[in-house]
């Protein structure tokens, strides 16, 4: 029982030891899975960001007119005028350079009998940049939609209770397109723009301008199709790195895939034999002759025996030194 007991200690050891392993790597990936997710969605997110333009923008206008002259019969003293800035905040610019948007007004008039009499009028803007320089100015006409006398009593007497409730009034709301396709200058974009309504009898409840963009191309897809290229975006970023990341760690941890060629000198084995097989002849060679030498008297034996076994090492180092390279 003693041995079983310690393999099974051996084995539980071991199996603990592999499961903690297994959850530290587990965790690493997780971690490491994690951060590559929540950098894919930063990167796409300031993608987003930096290239998608505002969808639409709209800002009251408030007109003002001369008030330093005798008016009568409804006239105002001038031109009803308008200065209307083009930035968010006072400094970021509402239009994108390059991309077009459509810009219109719209008036919110009522069915007064001066309006009716009024008939068509004239809306002139014009849009300037930071040095008060005009990149485009456009003027467009307009009027009230026509009603005859029947249907404004039919829709005054079916109405009724809501006009004299207040929930509804007696007013139209006119859309004039200033600019269809407009688009501004890199080098020179509009950051505001004056509206003038060419006309002295005109009445007005309010004022909107309104900036709406139409994409296209990739713009037109991430408007449309918010959620599916979110997806797409973020897959592709999270590829992309999880890529990078893998190739990194071959490089760096195992070594990489295609390592540096390294210049190394390979002797081949048997060329060494050879060589340690002829060093021992001449060794034996040597001793031979030291043997026979010391039988028969000679002048310098210590010499010659010792000048023989530096040219032995001598020409056996000279052979070493001609291994070939590979």
């Known amino acids: 029982m003693g041995?079983?007991?310690?393999?099974?200690?051996?084995?539980?050891?071991?199996?603990?030891?592999?499961a903690r392993r297994t959850l530290l790597r587990a965790a690493i990936l997780f971690c490491v899975l994690v951060l590559l997710l929540w950098v894919s969605i930063f990167l796409y997110g300031s993608f987003y960001y930096s290239y998608m333009p505002s969808v639409s923008f709209s800002t009251p206008v408030h007109f003002f007119y001369r008030t330093d002259c005798d008016a009568s019969d409804s006239v105002l003293c001038s031109f009803p005028m308008a200065n209307v800035s083009l930035l968010k905040n006072g400094r970021d610019q509402v239009m994108m350079s390059g991309q077009a948007y459509r810009i219109s007004l719209e008036l919110e008039m009522p069915e007064s009998p001066v309006n009716e009499q009024l008939g068509m009028f004239m809306v002139k803007m014009s849009c300037y940049t930071t040095d008060g320089t005009v990149v485009q100015s456009v003027s467009r006409s307009t009027m009230l939609h026509y009603r005859s006398n029947l249907l404004q009593t039919m829709s005054t007497l079916l109405f009724s209770p809501l006009l004299l409730t207040g929930v509804s009034e007696q007013k139209q709301l006119i859309e004039v397109e200033l600019l269809p396709d407009f688009k501004s200058d890199f080098y020179q974009p509009a950051v505001g723009a004056v509206i003038e309504i060419q006309s002295r009898?005109?009445?007005?409840?309010?004022?909107?301008?309104?900036?709406?963009?139409?994409?296209?191309?990739?713009?037109?897809?991430?408007?449309?199709?918010?959620?599916?290229?979110?997806?797409?975006?973020?897959?592709?970023?999270?590829?992309?790195?999880?890529?990078?990341?893998?190739?990194?760690?071959?490089?760096?941890?195992?070594?990489?895939?295609?390592?540096?060629?390294?210049?190394?000198?390979?002797?081949?084995?048997?060329?060494?034999?050879?060589?340690?097989?002829?060093?021992?002849?001449?060794r034996e060679e040597a001793r031979k002759r030291m043997h026979s030498s010391a039988s028969?008297?000679?002048?310098?034996?210590?010499?010659?025996?010792?000048?023989?076994?530096?040219?032995?090492?001598?020409?056996?180092?000279?052979?070493?030194?001609?291994?070939?390279?590979?």
């Open 3 to 18: 041995p079983l007991l310690l393999w099974l200690q051996d084995v539980a050891a071991v199996t603990l030891l592999r």
């Open 201 to 282: 009898k005109v009445q007005i409840y309010s004022a909107q301008l309104r900036i709406h963009a139409f994409f296209t191309g990739i713009r037109y897809l991430l408007h449309n199709f918010p959620v599916m290229s979110a997806i797409v975006g973020v897959a592709s970023n999270f590829t992309f790195l999880s890529v990078i990341l893998l190739f990194s760690y071959l490089q760096f941890i195992w070594g990489g895939l295609y390592p540096p060629d390294q210049v190394r000198v390979k002797v081949r084995p048997s060329v060494m034999m050879g060589d340690s097989t002829r060093l021992q002849q001449r």
């Open 296 to 326: 028969t008297p000679s002048k310098k034996p210590q010499s010659l025996t010792h000048d023989h076994f530096n040219q032995t090492d001598q020409s056996l180092l000279c052979n070493s030194s001609t291994v070939p390279q590979s």
